[in-house]
């Protein structure tokens, strides 16, 4: 995706829709927006790119957008721990997952044709990196019987 404005629409959302944005329909209420700014020119400057050009607020605030608060959560604690038990699955089940049972994330300048939903955009010449986090991981990540996949080039 390009910078731009989005419009995240509801299930079943039948309302106008005005234009200028790029729409999406997600097909549940849970919505996970994935950011990223490149941090090779340092991490000031990609704060800054992010905090002079991210808005979020509802449509019926469009015409008038009230002013961005971005709080900063360093040296405090809070819990980033989503749900530690089957709620989890259940939410990441809404999200994105193919018949199988397994999820594919592409990476790349562009969106590979019918996985749209499934794409993070990479910056050609730019640097980015790959994480998992594990919370809770079951006995055969701890016994280390099974991994992710690798990352692999998509043709």
Do not use: C
Not at 44 to 73: C, H, T
Not at 77 to 99: A, G, R
Not at 118 to 139: A, C, H, Q
Request: charged share 25%.
């Amino acid at each position: 995706m390009k910078a731009g404005k989005y419009l995240y629409l509801p299930p079943g959302y039948e309302g106008e829709v005005p234009k200028g944005y790029t729409v999406l329909k997600p097909k549940t209420y849970r919505v996970w927006i994935f950011l990223r700014a490149s941090i090779a020119d340092g991490v000031d400057k990609a704060a800054k790119f992010v905090k002079s050009g991210l808005k979020i607020y509802p449509l019926s605030k469009a015409d008038n957008p009230p002013e961005m608060k971005f709080v900063s959560a360093s040296e405090k604690s809070f819990n980033t721990i989503h749900p530690k038990n089957i709620e989890f699955f259940y939410h990441l089940d809404e999200i994105i997952q193919y018949e199988d049972g397994s999820t594919d994330i592409y990476f790349g300048p562009e969106a590979p044709e019918g996985n749209e939903n499934n794409w993070l955009e990479t910056i050609p010449g730019k640097s980015w990196f790959v994480i998992l986090r594990m919370y809770d991981p079951l006995k055969p990540w701890i016994e280390k019987t099974w991994r992710p996949g690798e990352v692999e080039l998509a043709k």
